[in-house]
């Protein structure tokens, strides 16, 4: 059956995250509320990812399937839980694959097994698909993990589902799901895909090339960051393929989900505020310094505190905060900073705290409750990427009045309006050049802003009364499933 332009359609999507399932990145965030905002516009949709160690499934007892994949056989369970109107994750539990330290890695070491536990998902998403009462109109793979989707879907499932379209989407081309050629073999998959247009990447096989190449539309998350990644310093390595594929690429900004970061009605928080009312976070100011052990004098509640959360790692880009440590001691202003990641960061960040216990105060780990608690009570947020595909704290950071100040790339560029004296319009301070000095040059004029009162709640109110939520993000990504779907029909002669 084929979609009118207006009738609800039926899309699944795959990938490797989502909340509250499974999170090591904005890609959670982000699956799980494109899902939720496509079922409050009235679609149906199934989000396929696997059932790791310690994700909670409740949602009862679920179907069961076999695969075979080259000579080893699947077990699969199906575990269904609703996540809002229209929408569902499905947990795929397959113990052997799935249940293990770490969703990608443990100890700093990929799985050996990556290529089989991610192409199984593919498989996987597959599978329940073709059990469904009612065919996909289109299936939605995200990032290299789900990029085996397209091939599997025109091979091993072209009988069971027919021609369903796939859209492809890149959260951030530095990971590229790579293993030896050898692993084509206990994939399934037949050698007439390794090719330079196929999943072969230097004699290699790519997840994410397959998801580029064999997907009938590629989508990234910001529109500076398709056209950044045409570039060789951006692309990865992937800039020639994408090139190949420039007509098929589009960038849709992500969204903010509203349920989840909404200053008014945010359950980790004490105290609520709005635009209209900023006192709650004049209080919760007081208390992130008390929670991280910083003094709460008048002078230093007189002066920003500059939050970061992030993973601590290369594309983040604190490189340049250890170069110029001093030079950010010397603002008037404090830090809170929450990440984990690569030891050389968390090190720099913990030390930094020893030394200035008064200015600076981090906690390195995971913690929902102090991410909401950072982005409510801090003034400025300090988010100096070497490059981001969309970046979310940004946009968190501006509905909750805190003032983001952003290397000018990828979604941080969109997503940012650079403020501008003459006018006293913007909703943040941008930098353009990856130094240190930029970056320092943006966090003082940000903080010579604060310093006028009027300037500065008119920023905040810029920023929090913009619309950062997914309804325009899901009504773009509709308009293209149905294009696929359109140039489909169209190509079948229907
Ligand atoms: P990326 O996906 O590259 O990590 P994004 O800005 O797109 O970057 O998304 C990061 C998400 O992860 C945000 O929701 C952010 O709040 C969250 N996050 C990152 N590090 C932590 C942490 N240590 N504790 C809690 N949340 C974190």
Known sequence: MLASAQSSLSIVMVASEAVPFAKTGGLADVTSALAKALGRLGHTVTLVIPKYRG????????????VAMAERRFDLGFVEHSIGPGAAVVLVECDELYD?????????????????????????????????????????????????????????????LGTVPTMFTIHNIAYQGVFPESVLEQLDLDRSLFTVDGLEFWDQVSFLKAGINLGD???????????????????????????????????????????????????????????????????????????????TDPAVLSRPVVGVISRLVYQKGFDLVADAMEELLDLDASYVVLGTGDAQYEEMWRAAAVTHPTTIGAHIGYSEFLAHLIEAGSDIFLMPSRYEPCGLNQMYSMRYGTVPVVRATGGLDDAVVQYDDASARGSGFKFREFTSEAMVAALRRAVNVYRDARRWRAIQVEGMTRDFSWTASADAYVREYRALIASQSDAAGD
């Open 100 to 160: 293990r330290d770490g969703l990608y890695a443990s100890e700093g070491r990929d799985h050996p097994d990556n290529a089989i536990r991610f192409a199984m998902l593919a498989r996987a998403a597959l599978e329940y698909s073709s059990r469904l009462d009612r065919r996909p109109d289109v299936f939605h793979a995200h990032d290299w993990q789900a990029g085996l989707v397209p091939a599997y879907a025109r091979t091993h499932y072209a009988r069971t």
């Open 55 to 66: 994700t909670a499934a409740t949602g009862g007892a679920g179907s069961r399937a076999t």
């Open 217 to 295: 539309l590629v989508t990234t998350v910001s529109e500076a960051y398709a056209r950044e990644l045409l570039t060789p310093e951006m692309g990865f390595g992937f800039d020639g393929v994408l090139r190949a594929r420039r007509d098929r690429l589009r960038g849709i900004l992500n969204g903010v989900d509203t349920e989840v970061w909404d200053p008014m009605r945010d359950p980790y928080l004490p105290e609520t505020f709005s635009a209209d009312d900023l006192e709650g976070k004049r209080r919760l100011k007081r208390h992130l310094l008390e929670h991280f052990g910083l003094p």
